[in-house]
């Protein structure tokens, strides 16, 4: 079983920033597609960004694209999300999530079904 646990989250104003991290137990963890998602309240959750095991594969939705960075590091165990240019419609919870497919997670890794394991979420808050 593997526990993923996101941290970073708060409330900032409009285009600021924020960097969240995602802390993943077990040895596994270089072997997994992962990816952030982000669920606003009233709406569906959507995928935001997804990592391939070797960070060959950075993929990211058109709505963050060139303001958010998604990264990792594979000895620490740790998934990060880099948001600068927060805008008021970012705010939502955001959760990391696991794939064990590796790297064909890639060519689904905005579908919630492609994951196998949830973190709790933590919650982005953007004013103007």
């Known amino acids: 079983q593997v526990q993923l646990v996101e941290s970073g989250g708060g409330s900032v104003q409009a285009g600021g920033s924020l960097r969240l991290s995602c802390a993943a137990s077990g040895n596994s963890f270089g072997n997994f597609f992962m990816g952030w998602f982000r669920q606003a309240p009233g709406k569906e959750r959507e995928g935001v960004a997804g990592i391939s095991p070797g960070s060959r594969a950075r993929k990211y939705a058109d709505s963050v694209k060139g303001r958010f960075t998604i990264s990792r590091d594979n000895i620490k165990n740790t998934l990060y999300l880099q948001m600068d240019s927060l805008k008021i419609e970012d705010t939502a919870m955001y959760y990391c999530?696991?794939?064990?497919?590796?790297?064909?997670?890639?060519?689904?890794?905005?579908?919630?079904?492609?994951?196998?394991?949830w973190g709790q979420g933590t919650q982005v808050t953007v004013s103007s």
């Open positions: 999530a696991a794939s064990t497919d590796g790297y064909s997670a890639s060519f689904s890794w905005e579908r919630s079904q492609t994951y196998n394991y």
